[in-house]
């Protein structure tokens, strides 16, 4: 029997991976650990009388300890030519030694580096959704050769029309459109929806998402690197790298913050010498007291993490943000405009009613209609014949001659008459509204398009159609009224269909008969009345409305169009994760106001205390570095729920 036998190279090749994987991202929280054992052996030898040796572990205390942000601190410095708070640390740090307070001085940097590990964390924690999206994907799969053999080859060598074999269990390696098998799959990595979603063929299935029951032949319709999967990662990757106005605010406020606590600083080490008449030593050992208290570390970690936290909880759930900015306004949002297609509706004409005349059967007029309508491709005649085949169980006739005249119906020989199926004009409006004036009108009145079905001369059927209106629409409305957010709807139906709609959907306003360019100056008009506006539509049509907007939603279902264009992308058609969306957002804005006013509070408390001479430098320690832990933890809240 053959084995494998792994060489040795491979072997020694996984150390450097075992370390960047394992090791590199706690590195901080080693070197603290260690710089912590190191600050009690120093404690510990002091006690013992031996000065030097307790001096030399608080010195490399000091160096493995501060190592990393001392190099963060210098880098910054030198890059952007500002100081910032990690200079002040290192500043307090090195003051504490200087006037033979080495204990203190190693505690700020033991602190100084838990808290900087437990930020590192938390970034970690914030790209792990990201990480989890990468290993979703497979890195290869089977390709079907021309002579009907299959082969695994890695998904970077596909190409746009080879065909792949998707068994079950797999997952799908690159976006494509089923050729031939039904199965159903798990598309919880793109969507967020945690049912399976049947597939047949030519529907299309994506990358990164479960193949569960069948096994399916599928034809490759995008490169690898091109996927819909991989534009979700770049969406979310960007969106994190992105700073919010708040944040951008913060960090060139640190700059200026700094400058001024060191010019204090340097007062204080003179000032209270002379006028409290403090001791040099006393004067000299406030003034680094109050550089360790008077650091902005926790106000400029109030943001960042929190932003973090809340993008990735999004991308979790199937909402995506392209960035901070736009994930700091949702929540300010006081009106959103929806686009009444494929938004508030499902964008696809369904039959209501079918009313026939006296001695033709409802069976009968839909086989006759299905099988004549199946000719056309008008989305009218589709709901025709879907709900033929949803109802009746025979097959269509064959018909030999039939004459599509877009726009207006169909005309087709059957029976020896001639058969017209479409809107009144077109089988004779005279004899259309003689069908049932009354029922026609009623029709109407209620937002149907009305399809008349004319054999010979005599109008012997009426079908009824609606877009019907999302049966989550209702909730997801009452959900925004509940935020006090106002709702209108822009669509290009007359005022008849659009009021109907409008009632159905519990939206407060609507705007009838809207081209796609007058939605530009409607959304303009909004923001007169309203100061933040949302748009809400399907990522096409709307594009320039959504532009318009303070904030853009598309609707999207995962398409390429809905990424490339709104601010915010619902990965799945669901109007109830708008008000998700706006949650999170205001839970957001929430936490960071509580950190920012917790930060403030915390630093103004210490200073005055100082200058009470209230506070030691290692309870100053204490209650900076501790703030700045609370704040970062009160920011990983937003990773729940």
Known sequence: MLTETKPLAHKGSESPSLFSEKIMPHLELIAAGISGLLILTGWFMAHQEEQTLSVISYVLAFIIGGFAKAKEGIEETIANKELNVEMLMVFAAVGSAIIGYWTEGAILIFIFAVSGALETYTMNKSHKEISALMDLQPEKAWKLNTDGTTELIPVAELSIHDRILIKPGERVPADGRILSGTTSIDEAAITGESLPVTKDSSDEVFAGTVNISGSITVEITKNAHETLFQKIIALVQSAQSEKSPSQAFIEKFEGTYVKVVLSIVVIMMFLPHFVLG????????????????????????????????????????????????????????QAIAFDKTGTLTKGMPTVTDIHVK??????????????????????????????????????????????????????????????????????????????????????????????????????IACIALKDIVRTEAKAAIQLLKDYQIHTIMLTGDNERTANTIAKESHVQEYIAECLPEQKVSHIKNLKERYPIVAMVGDGINDAPALATANVGIAMGGGTDVALETADIVLMKNDLPKIAEAIKLSKRMNAIIKQNIIFSISVIMLLVISNLLQAVDLPFGVIGHEGSTILVILNSLRLLRG
């Open 278 to 333: 403090w001791s040099w030593n006393e004067t000299f050992y406030r003034a680094m007291i109050l550089l360790v208290v008077a650091s902005p570390c926790a106000l400029v970690a109030s943001i960042m993490p929190a932003t973090l936290s809340a993008i990735s909880n999004g991308a979790r759930n199937g909402i995506l943000f392209k960035g901070g900015i736009h994930l700091e306004t949702l929540g300010a949002v």
């Open 358 to 459: 006296q001695g033709y059967s409802e069976e009968e007029i839909l086989l006759y209609a299905a099988s004549i309508e199946n000719h056309s491709t008008h989305p009218l005649a589709k709901a025709i014949v879907e709900k033929a085949a949803s109802t009746i169980n025979k097959p269509l006739l064959t018909l030999d001659s039939v004459q599509n005249l877009s726009g207006f119906g169909v005309t087709a020989q059957l029976d020896d008459k001639e058969w017209k199926i479409g809107k009144a004009e077109f089988v004779g409006q005279d004899s259309a509204l003689s069908f049932n004036p009354t029922l026609i009108n009623q029709l109407s009145e209620s937002g149907k398009t009305v399809v008349f079905v004319k054999a010979g001369d005599e109008i």
